[in-house]
């Protein structure tokens, strides 16, 4: 596995849909959520970030490993932290908290000072890692999957 890594903002159609393609293997292929629920009508409203790493067959493309989607939520300073995703085959290299850390910097640049998320029971932990907490303990079902509330002030 190459270890040249970047993370960019997606803003061209083919970084977008390099994003979605993570998600579908991630969520998709991996957690078993519905296509039709996974790509949903908040995407085209929404910021997106892509990692990807050299790749060591094709040199001129780079290879989509992870992204993370933020939804500035109109006329407040709260931002949704939602579909992050790191392929199976480059987790546990930083690239999530990366994603994270991009997500927050720009957040701020776009007046959001609150980041809201909703984290899958089990990776509670990561989260606590980036800073984030709990905002109530109740347990809800999103996508089939058992969901915690939680959040972090950016200011
Ligand atoms: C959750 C996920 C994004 C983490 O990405 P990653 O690139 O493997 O995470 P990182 O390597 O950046 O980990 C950062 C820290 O969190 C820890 N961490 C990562 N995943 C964790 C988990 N599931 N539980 C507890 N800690 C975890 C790492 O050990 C690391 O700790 P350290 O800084 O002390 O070394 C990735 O496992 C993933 O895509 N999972 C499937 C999709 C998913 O569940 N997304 C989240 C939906 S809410």
Not at 23 to 51: G, M, S, T
Not at 102 to 120: W, Y
């Amino acid at each position: 596995m190459s270890t040249d890594y970047s993370i960019v903002k997606a803003e061209t159609p083919e970084q977008i849909q390099d994003c979605y393609a993570v998600r579908i293997n991630v969520f998709v292929h991996e957690q078993n959520i519905p296509l039709d629920l996974e790509i949903d009508e908040y995407d085209p409203k929404c910021y997106h970030w892509l990692a990807t790493a050299a790749n060591s067959t094709q040199r001129r493309s780079r290879l989509p490993l992870g992204t993370i989607r933020l939804y500035h939520v109109p006329n407040t300073s709260i931002g949704k932290l939602g579909r992050l995703a790191v392929d199976l085959s480059a987790r546990g290299l930083g690239l999530g908290r990366k994603l994270v850390e991009a997500l927050e910097k720009d957040a701020l640049t776009l007046g959001i000072t609150f980041i809201d998320c909703h984290s899958q029971i089990d990776k509670r932990p990561f989260y606590e890692k980036l800073g984030y907490h709990v905002i109530d303990g109740n347990i809800f079902v999103e996508d089939g999957i058992d969901h915690i509330k939680m959040g972090k002030s950016l200011s």
